[in-house]
Each structure stands twice: as C-alpha cells, then as structure tokens.
C-alpha cells in the first residue's frame, strides 16, 4: 500500500515519456475498438447513388480489359487471364511457338480446297481424301508434340505439377494460325523455349 504512490508517479513519467518521444515501430495511439473499426468498414450493400456506381464499376472493367489486352500482346504475366497465367502455360506456349506445326496451315488449306471444289471435277474427291488425311497426321502431331512436353514440363518443374487441362491448351494453340494467337507467341521459330 505504501509503495503504490511512488508506482503511479513512475508509469506517469514513463507515459509521459513515451508521448514526448515516439518509439520506432510502434504504433504510438490507443488501440481502436472493434466497434469503430467495423464502423469504419460498413457500405451499404445497394449504392445510394447507383448511377455513379455504374459508371465506376465499368470503368473499372473497361481499364482491367485495357490492360488485359495490352498484356496479350505484351505477356505481361500480371495482367493475363487465367487460363494463360503461370511459368507451366508460358513454358507451352513458347514450346509450341518455337516449332513449325501442321496444325495451323489447316484453316487456309482449307479454304483453299473449298475455293477449288467449286471448279474442280473429278479431282475434288481426291483432294478431299487428302485433306482428310491432312487433318489425321496434323492431330497425330499435335499428340506426339504434348507426349514429349509433358515429360520436359515434369522434368524442369517437378513431379507434382498439374499438367491437367494443358494437353488441350497445346492443341488449341498448335492449330492456330500463327499471327492469329493470343497472347502473341515470345519466342521466334527454332529458338528455345524459355
């Protein structure tokens, strides 16, 4: 009993201290309370002002497309969509850039065979038989072309990667025209996929 004068005098210095001279790395106030915190925290779940908040929000998705599109052409990692994102999809992408795929001379030889059915005779069922057999050894490489990936992508990223879905990720892209795919290929043909 005694002794708690002296107590009180000390931590009124100390606190008096400590007000006059901040400390590095604290934080120098009185904790807030929860209930000010989730005050400051609350909206409203329907906007007052909906118009505005139309307007914001599409501006919102008009900019993140924006930037979006800019990274397709760019491959700009951050801003990708999430089909294309990941070391494992940019390592596909640029396998199959590197190389001269069958697959993607498949739309123009086709319309090419359409344009010369309208004036070949006899010679159109054998020019169809052969874009047939076209397509066949096409799908055929595109297989052969996912069988030797798959076993690069388990050796450079590690047995547990998830190869699900990327097969059909490296079909679509072989088929495509080459100017035609997005994000636009990083690698040049023959180079080494990075």
């Known amino acids: 009993m005694f002794g708690r004068k002296k107590d009180d005098q000390a931590a009124a210095q100390d606190s008096a201290v400590r007000e006059r001279s901040p400390r590095d790395g604290a934080k120098n106030r009185p904790t807030p309370k929860r209930r000010e915190q989730e005050a400051a925290r609350r909206r409203p779940l329907v906007q007052t002002d909906r118009k505005s908040a139309k307007s914001a929000d599409r501006a919102a998705r008009r900019e993140n497309a924006q930037k979006m599109r800019a990274a397709m052409v760019t491959g700009d990692e951050k801003h990708l969509p999430a089909r294309d994102k990941g070391p494992v999809r940019r390592y596909v992408r640029d396998t199959v850039d590197a190389r001269f795929n069958l697959g993607e001379w498949l739309l123009p030889l086709m319309l090419a065979v359409l344009v010369l059915s309208l004036f070949a005779g006899q010679w159109a069922t054998y020019v169809f038989l052969g874009v047939y057999v076209l ?60």
């Open 135 to 194: 397509i066949i050894i096409a799908i055929l490489d595109a297989y052969l072309l996912w069988r030797r990936t798959k076993v690069k992508i388990l050796d450079r990223f590690g047995a547990d990667t998830e190869t699900r879905g990327l097969g059909m990720y490296l079909v679509m892209r072989a088929f495509q025209i080459r100017r035609s795919r997005m994000p636009k290929p990083m690698v040049g043909r023959g180079d080494t996929p990075r």
